[in-house]
């Protein structure tokens, strides 16, 4: 997949009005959101990339969830490693959907993270995603499905990227 301008900063924002905000609790959580960034590119799907955290921004996550949906967000996707409080902090504050990826700590190797973030209080959802680099892929496509759902084009690509795996499969499935 090419490398996108910006594609070392998480703090960079894609061309055009995003629509998806990728954030994370931390500059060191890049290294797994990066993964989420790369597949909203390869969709073509205009985003912001921040560093948001729970812990030592409240206020400044507090208004960034709360003003997501006034500055044209249509999804959110916060990951956030150990104590990982950011999507079910930033769900809290906003109506928009949020995607929780579980980055990998190292004491745990992110099912700390993971139990954070899949447990959140009836009312309050978070859709949760694998730990890891797997998380993040899989956090962009359900990003992309989710605006999908009323934009033609960009189901069309899902169908092709769906396509294009399958044959990959394909091809590669004689040992």
């Known amino acids: 997949m090419p490398q996108n301008p910006g594609s070392e900063d998480p703090n960079h924002q894609s061309?055009?009005?995003?629509?998806?905000?990728?954030?994370?609790?931390?500059?060191?959580?890049?290294?797994?959101m990066r993964h989420a960034s790369e597949i909203l590119e390869q969709f073509g799907v205009p985003h912001e990339r921040r560093v948001v955290s729970a812990h030592r921004t409240p206020e400044w996550m507090c208004e960034y969830a709360k003003t997501a949906e006034q500055r044209g967000l249509r999804v959110i996707i916060a990951g956030a490693g150990g104590a990982a409080h950011l999507p079910g902090?930033?769900?809290s504050q906003t109506e928009l959907p949020v995607l929780g990826v579980p980055v990998q700590s190292r004491a745990l190797q992110g099912l700390d993270s993971l139990l954070s973030i899949v447990q959140m209080p009836g009312g309050i959802p978070v859709a949760t995603l694998a730990i890891g680099e797997a998380g993040a892929k899989n956090a962009g496509l359900l990003a992309v499905r989710i605006l999908a759902v009323q934009d033609a084009t960009l189901r069309e690509k899902l169908r092709q990227h769906r396509a294009a795996q399958s044959q990959a499969v394909m091809e590669g499935s004689v040992l």
């Open 15 to 32: 061309p055009g009005e995003p629509i998806v905000g990728v954030i994370m609790g931390s500059q060191s959580d890049w290294e797994t």
């Open 89 to 91: 902090m930033v769900a």
